[in-house]
T-cell receptor, first 113, second 112 residues
């Protein structure tokens, strides 16, 4: 069964610190992996999209890595800010594209002053 | 550009009532989707459309219906609302099936 798992379920860090969120997937075949940020009460917003051939991609203070062999991805947040408090969702797509997006449950990050 | 616009943002229904969640996008995207998000779970696909006049079921279509008469609009119809349909509903669109997903702000539905 195609699944996406994320860890930790929730995380609390102090402002200015770094953190890393994990995503493991069993989706096959694999087309691309995406990370989304979802603020409370809002819709998800795209952070990065990585294809099979990419193993790292950055968007400002967010850096995503992908190991397609082990089917693992991570999202590293550098120098966290209060505005980083949100849920971060890992999404994996198979070859049939949009109708086959598999969403992880998300990691809830809280950044405290 | 407004992006993806959903209405209403909040709604309370009684069991057995019906309603339509509206979704409109102004990005000329051909793909549109309806998802539901339940606590602690990943988003689940209800229905999707690859263009005007074409719709197909997703993972959890029971109790819902959709139509796509124009590129811009993709309404989701709930017939005979049940407590199990209490959820947050998100509409999304993309240019092509592999394109970036753009989400609306969500519609929180409670069925009592």
């Amino acid at each position: 069964k195609n699944q996406v798992e994320q860890s930790p379920q929730s995380l609390i860090i102090l402002e200015g610190k770094n953190c890393t969120l994990q995503c493991n997937y069993t989706v096959s075949p694999f087309s691309n992996l995406r990370w989304y940020k979802q603020d409370t009460g809002r819709g998800p917003v795209s952070l990065t999209i990585m294809t099979f051939s990419e193993n790292t991609k950055s968007n400002g203070r967010y850096t995503a890595t992908l190991d397609a062999d082990t089917k693992q991805s991570s999202l590293h947040i550098t120098a966290s800010q209060l505005s980083d408090s949100a849920s971060y969702i890992c999404v994996v797509s198979g070859y049939n594209y949009g109708q086959n997006f598999v969403f992880g449950p998300g990691t809830r990050l809280s950044v405290l002053p | 550009n407004a992006g993806v616009t959903q209405t209403p943002k909040f709604r309370i229904l009684k069991i057995g009532q019906s309603m339509t969640l509206q979704c409109a996008q102004d990005m000329n995207h051909n793909y549109m989707y309806w998802y539901r998000q339940d606590p602690g779970m990943g988003l689940k696909l209800i229905y999707y459309s690859v263009g005007a006049g074409i719709t197909d079921k997703g993972e959890v279509p029971n109790g819902y219906n959709v139509s796509r008469s124009t590129t811009e609009d993709f309404p989701l119809r709930l017939e005979l609302a049940a407590p199990s349909q209490t959820s947050v509903y998100f509409c999304a669109s993309s240019y092509g099936g592999a394109g970036e997903l753009f989400f609306g702000e969500g519609s929180r539905l409670t069925v009592l």
